[in-house]
């Protein structure tokens, strides 16, 4: 008995030499940095230089009209107004104040990158940048204009766009117009798109990410955000009902509107997240003033989930990644000047 138990003794008291330390194992390769996710968004397109000098000059024109107040009847309001290019395309208020100071009843949304989703306005109801943009110039509380000939009368008004159409719409008798004005207006905006450090996390550039944002993206997805903000715009891809979950208060109907179908009562797309640390106040009405809370909703209502505080400052870390540059060539150009008759403002 003695004997077993200093046999033990000496084996645990160390009596022979410990073993040499284990050379340091030569560290394994890092394996190459990649991007995660990138089947999921990917980045922005490129945005493809004019093909012609007919496109170069649409998308000049475009820019113009965009900036041009005469295009309301005060002619104190543009789409730049409501749409501030300097503002990330957007006026950071709830409702944006139209032609005397009327309101209606949704937050304008930014038109950057807007012409990448799959239709425009919070409910779909217009295809494409084209189309939407006739809307605003004779909405009576927006930009208020009466008629679609009282736009082509101020647009032939003045002189210099003769020219300007005539090189943007070359070989149409009727160049000068309100409809041509809407394709210049979205070939302009089809050329804001802001490509920022996600883009180039999604390129290869793995060190384009903090950590902390890449930390970030990895939230984001893992609870369940890009289930509806996916793509390269990180939505804008579909409708989906705000609520899906936990019903959501509104008296939008949303995309019922459109349809008719009972089944889209509450549905809106799906917003772009694209700058969106720059676009608030968020959701369709303007009535989330911060990006948290924004975050914390989307949670509860659209996946059941009350996300901690630590994951909502995860995900809007991530989401200020996807702030990018708003496109230098997108500032107001000089606008040409009023001719001799051009119609006067009218505040009524
Ligand atoms: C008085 C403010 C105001 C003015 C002026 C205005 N908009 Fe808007 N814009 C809005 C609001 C509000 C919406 C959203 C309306 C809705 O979804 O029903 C919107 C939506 C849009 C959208 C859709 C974006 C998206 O993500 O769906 C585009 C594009 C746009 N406007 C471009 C323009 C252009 C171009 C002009 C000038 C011709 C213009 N807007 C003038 C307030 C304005
Ligand atoms: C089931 C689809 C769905 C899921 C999942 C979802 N969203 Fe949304 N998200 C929407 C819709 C629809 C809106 C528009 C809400 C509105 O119109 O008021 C929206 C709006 C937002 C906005 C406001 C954008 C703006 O410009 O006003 C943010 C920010 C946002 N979502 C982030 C997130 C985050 C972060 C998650 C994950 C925690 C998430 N979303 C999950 C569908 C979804």
């Not at 919070?122 to 110039?137: I, L």
Request: a negative charge.
């Amino acid at each position: 008995m003695q004997t077993i138990l200093m046999v033990v003794l000496a084996a645990c008291s160390g009596g022979e030499a410990p073993p040499p330390p284990a050379p340091e194992p030569a560290p394994a390769p890092a394996p190459p940095a990649e991007p995660k996710y990138v089947q999921m968004f990917g980045a922005l397109p490129a945005v493809a230089p004019p093909a012609d000098e007919a496109a170069k000059s649409k998308i000049s024109l475009g820019q113009a009209l965009y900036y041009d107040g005469r295009l309301s009847k005060n002619q104190d309001i543009s789409c730049n107004s409501c749409h501030q290019l300097d503002h990330f395309g957007v006026d950071g208020q709830p409702t944006s104040p139209g032609h005397k100071g009327q309101r209606g009843g949704r937050n304008s949304p930014t038109t950057l990158n807007a012409s990448l989703h799959i239709a425009q306005f919070w409910d779909g109801r217009a295809p494409d940048v084209e189309a939407q943009a006739k809307g605003p110039v004779t909405n009576p509380i927006e930009m208020a204009m009466k008629d679609d000939a009282a736009v082509d009368a101020m647009l032939r008004s003045i002189p210099g766009y003769e020219p300007m159409f005539q090189a943007a719409f070359p070989g149409d008798a009727k160049a000068v117009s309100f409809a041509n004005a809407a394709l210049a207006i979205g070939a302009f905006e089809r050329t804001l798109v802001t490509p920022g450090p996600f883009d180039a996390y999604m390129a290869g550039d793995v060190s384009a990410l903090t950590e902390a944002q890449q930390k970030g993206l990895d939230t984001f997805v893992a609870s369940g955000c890009s289930t509806c903000h996916t793509g390269p715009t990180v939505g804008g891809t579909m409708y989906q009902k705000l609520g899906l979950v936990v019903p959501y208060e509104t008296a939008d109907e949303g995309r019922m509107a459109v349809t008719k179908n009972e089944a889209d009562k509450g549905f809106f797309k799906v917003p772009s997240l694209r700058n969106v640390a720059k676009t608030g106040p968020y959701f369709h009405d303007g009535s989330v003033p911060t990006l948290g809370e924004a975050i914390t909703k989307m949670g509860k209502h659209q996946l059941g989930k009350d996300l901690t505080p630590e994951e909502v400052a995860s995900i809007s870390t991530f989401l200020e990644a996807l702030t990018g540059e708003v496109p230098a060539t997108a500032a107001k150009p000089e606008l040409p000047p009023s001719g001799p008759k051009t119609p006067k403002p009218d505040p009524s």
